[in-house]
T-cell receptor, first 113, second 112 residues
């Protein structure tokens, strides 16, 4: 069965600092990997996704993520965080066929001025 | 705009009441999913469908029923609502093959 672990429940960074959110997955074959962001009371917005090819994926809002098969990780990064990035971030793993997405429990990002 | 539409957006139920949440997509997607989101637990799969007339259980199916009589619609029913079903419900759809998932904007349900 596929699973996703986001080790950090809550992270606080200063505005302008760099950010890395961790995601580890468990899946038997090559997974499809996603990062979503959710602002309070809002729906899910797709930041980026990885299906195949280049392991460094660029997304919206200046985010990027790197797929590392050897570490079963898909960490999300941003070089300089803005106050508007404060939100909850979810990593998810999917696959071909009928499989649904499996989500991690989320990381809540707080940005200090 | 093409996408996934969920109705209603908000609902308050009394314990024991029933209701149906509607998910409609206009992208001709084969697969549709219902999730619930609870604090600290991410999104958990309730039921899903791989095509018209088919449904299957997900991770947390108890207390819910679903139907997919038309390809574009996926209904989630609560026959006898319980406070434990207070949650935000998200519907999603996707096509076959490697593709992204399109999510609805969610339904916030409170059972009192």
């Amino acid at each position: 069965a596929q699973s996703v672990t986001q080790p950090d429940i809550h992270i606080t960074v200063s505005e302008g600092a760099s950010l890395e959110l961790r995601c580890n997955y468990s899946y038997g074959a090559t997974p499809y990997l996603f990062w979503y962001v959710q602002s309070p009371g809002q729906g899910l917005q797709l930041l980026l996704k990885y299906f195949s090819g280049d392991t460094l994926v660029q997304g919206i809002k200046g985010f990027e993520a790197e797929f590392k098969r050897s570490q079963s990780s898909f960490n999300l990064r941003k070089p300089s965080v803005h106050w508007s990035d404060a939100a909850e971030y979810f990593c998810a793993v999917g696959a071909t066929g009928r499989r649904a997405l499996t989500f991690g429990s989320g990381t809540r990002l707080q940005v200090q001025p | 705009n093409a996408g996934v539409t969920q109705t209603p957006k908000f609902r308050v139920l009394k314990t024991g009441q029933s209701m149906t949440l509607l998910c409609a997509q206009d992208m001709n997607h084969e697969y549709m999913y219902w999730y619930r989101q609870d604090p600290g637990m991410g999104l958990r799969l309730i039921h899903y469908s791989v095509g018209e007339g088919t449904t299957a259980k997900g991770e947390v199916p108890d207390g819910y029923n679903v139907s997919r009589l038309k390809k574009q619609n996926f209904l989630l029913g609560l026959e006898s609502a319980a406070p434990s079903q207070t949650s935000v419900y998200f519907c999603a759809s996707r096509s076959q093959g490697p593709s992204g998932y399109t999510f609805g904007s969610g339904t916030r349900l409170t059972v009192v």
